[in-house]
Nanobody, 125 residues
Framework: QVQLVESGGGLVQAGGSLRLSCAAS????????MGWFRQAPGKEHEFVAG???????RYAEFGKGRFTISTDNAKNTVYLQMNSLKPEDTAVYYC???????????????????WGQGTQVTVSS
């Protein structure tokens, strides 16, 4: 059974940093794209960042220069380093993984078959 488990969320003041982790089990994703999405109350899922098996990265405009996605294939884990956090970054952050190999990063959450349970990130002003 495939599982994605996020951790690292919490409460932080504006301007602070958090590092989210997503540990995968049940299969390897070293050849698959993985991504991070977020969902604020009353809003749709929003693409945050993604990374391919070749470590090609893609970011939402709001995350460029502030967020960094990376992977540790040995640990089957993907990370999201978030710096200079703003109150508008407050949301539940979800890890997602594509079931196919060698695919690109998709910004559409419907393209990802595996999801974590989410971790809350709250940024106070």
């Amino acid at each position: 059974q495939v599982q994605l488990v996020e951790s690292g969320g919490g409460l932080v003041q504006a301007g602070g940093s958090l590092r989210l982790s997503c540990a995968a089990s049940g299969r390897t994703f070293s050849r698959s794209a993985m991504g991070w999405f977020r969902q604020a109350p009353g809003k749709e899922h929003e693409f945050v960042a993604g990374i391919t098996w070749r470590d090609v990265t893609r970011y939402a405009e709001f995350g460029k220069g502030r967020f960094t996605i990376s992977t540790d294939n040995a640990k089957n884990t993907v990370y999201l380093q978030m710096n200079s956090l703003k109150p508008e970054d407050t949301a539940v952050y979800y890890c997602a993984a594509d079931s196919t190999d060698y695919g690109p990063v998709y910004s559409d959450y419907a393209e990802y078959e595996y999801w974590g349970q989410g971790t809350q990130v709250t940024v106070s002003s």
